[in-house]
């Protein structure tokens, strides 16, 4: 089949193009090679691995460029779209909400009206555990309340799953979203925590460490991420006309409409996080204990027994191992012996 992907250059994206390019499918991969939070230099690393394939093809293309996107639908048969293209990251989107309100907000309703005048079989995007803002409740289900995001980022992408329902009532297009939970691995993002602990530590600098420790994340191993995402792009949610919004799964409607939790279901203590990362490389980590920040959840924990029912989903990889592997990887990379 014939995918387009955006943020192929990014983290995700660039592990679920290489999935699909060796499954054998063709991919157009769009990314804006945008500098902000990471080293272009990472970015184009990663493409020039998806460039060895015959069957990728690359568009330098902003997402909020509607002219352009138009102009790449139109230009090919796109059969499914992996949206996985948007400014990361919830603590500069509070020093800079207009720019995730440009690249989340515009660029994903771009991406749906594209979708709109083409035809495209199913429209799959990420979303984030971030969407649960206040929920205290452990873990977090796909059935849970999502109406008080503590971070702008997180009301971008909630605003990402309304506007999908809406294109998919509207118009018919099948979309599904994806609550990726604090994904971590090779060829991670260089501002999350792991890629920038790690230079710290390797550097001799201290490392922050906020609400001093007392936090934990699903940390979710890419792998798992992509495994996923490579059943799910065949799962194409159906209209149900017996769906009622007064009885019905909020993860699912009477449009061709479907939300799932993507995570590893076993939240890990930050200083259990730290510590795994300690033993890889054999090193102490300098730790400057400091308070929450503004727009910080303190735990996130997936419920992901619709997934385990739908599609056997069994994450494999666990965090002391997953840690492992991003070390020897960045190592690799940065050629540090």
């Given at each position: 089949?014939k995918?387009?992907?955006?943020?192929?250059?990014?983290?995700?994206?660039?592990?679920v193009?290489q999935?699909?390019?060796?499954?054998?499918?063709?991919v157009?991969?769009?990314?804006?090679?945008?500098?902000?939070h990471?080293?272009?230099?990472?970015?184009i690393?990663?493409?020039?691995?998806?460039?060895?394939?015959?069957?990728?093809?690359?568009?330098?293309?902003?997402?909020s460029?509607y002219?352009?996107?138009?102009?790449?639908?139109?230009?090919?048969?796109v059969q499914r779209?992996?949206h996985?293209?948007?400014?990361?990251?919830v603590?500069?989107?509070l020093?800079?909400?207009?720019?995730?309100?440009?690249a989340?907000?515009v660029g994903?309703?771009?991406?749906?009206?594209?979708?709109?005048?083409?035809?495209?079989?199913?429209?799959l995007y990420?979303?984030s555990?971030?969407v649960?803002?206040?929920?205290?409740?452990?873990?977090?289900?796909?059935d849970?309340d999502?109406?008080?995001?503590?971070?702008?980022?997180?009301?971008?992408k909630?605003?990402n799953?309304?506007m999908s329902h809406?294109?998919s009532?509207?118009?018919?297009?099948?979309t599904?979203?994806?609550r990726?939970?604090?994904?971590?691995?090779?060829?991670?993002?260089?501002d999350?925590?792991?890629?920038?602990?790690?230079?710290?530590?390797?550097?001799?600098k201290?490392?922050?460490?906020?609400?001093?420790?007392?936090?934990?994340?699903d940390?979710?191993?890419?792998?798992d991420?992509?495994?996923?995402?490579?059943?799910?792009?065949?799962?194409?949610?159906?209209?149900n006309?017996?769906?009622?919004?007064e009885?019905?799964?909020?993860?699912s409607?009477?449009?061709?409409?479907?939300l799932?939790n993507?995570?590893?279901?076993?939240?890990?203590?930050?200083m259990?996080?730290?510590?795994?990362?300690?033993?890889a490389?054999?090193?102490?980590?300098?730790?400057?204990?400091?308070p929450?920040?503004?727009g910080?959840?303190?735990?996130?924990?997936?419920?992901?027994?619709d997934?385990?029912?739908?599609?056997?989903y069994q994450p494999?990889?666990?965090?002391?191992?997953?840690?492992?592997?991003f070390v020897?990887?960045?190592?690799?990379?940065?050629q540090i012996t």
């Amino acid at each position: 089949m014939k995918f387009l992907v955006t943020g192929v250059a990014g983290f995700i994206g660039f592990h679920v193009t290489q999935s699909l390019l060796k499954a054998g499918h063709e991919v157009i991969g769009l990314d804006n090679l945008n500098n902000s939070h990471q080293d272009i230099n990472l970015k184009i690393a990663r493409l020039k691995i998806n460039t060895d394939y015959m069957a990728f093809s690359f568009r330098k293309v902003d997402i909020s460029d509607y002219a352009e996107m138009m102009n790449v639908f139109q230009s090919n048969a796109v059969q499914r779209v992996i949206h996985l293209a948007a400014k990361t990251g919830v603590r500069y989107s509070l020093k800079n909400p207009l720019a995730y309100a440009n690249a989340n907000l515009v660029g994903h309703l771009n991406i749906l009206e594209c979708c709109r005048h083409s035809n495209v079989e199913h429209f799959l995007y990420a979303s984030s555990s971030s969407v649960y803002g206040l929920n205290r409740k452990m873990p977090f289900s796909i059935d849970d309340d999502t109406t008080h995001p503590v971070s702008i980022y997180a009301a971008t992408k909630k605003a990402n799953e309304l506007m999908s329902h809406t294109y998919s009532h509207l118009y018919g297009i099948p979309t599904t979203g994806l609550r990726f939970f604090t994904v971590y691995g090779p060829w991670g993002r260089q501002d999350m925590a792991l890629f920038k602990f790690t230079q710290a530590i390797l550097s001799g600098k201290s490392i922050n460490i906020y609400n001093y420790g007392k936090m934990q994340r699903d940390f979710t191993y890419i792998d798992d991420i992509v495994q996923a995402i490579m059943v799910l792009h065949n799962m194409i949610p159906a209209v149900n006309l017996d769906w009622t919004a007064e009885g019905g799964n909020i993860a699912s409607s009477s449009a061709a409409y479907q939300l799932f939790n993507i995570g590893n279901s076993c939240p890990c203590e930050l200083m259990t996080y730290i510590k795994a990362l300690e033993d890889a490389l054999g090193m102490v980590a300098k730790k400057n204990m400091l308070p929450v920040q503004p727009g910080d959840m303190i735990s996130t924990s997936a419920d992901i027994s619709d997934l385990v029912k739908i599609i056997g989903y069994q994450p494999y990889t666990e965090v002391k191992e997953g840690v492992l592997r991003f070390v020897k990887w960045y190592k690799e990379f940065y050629q540090i012996t």
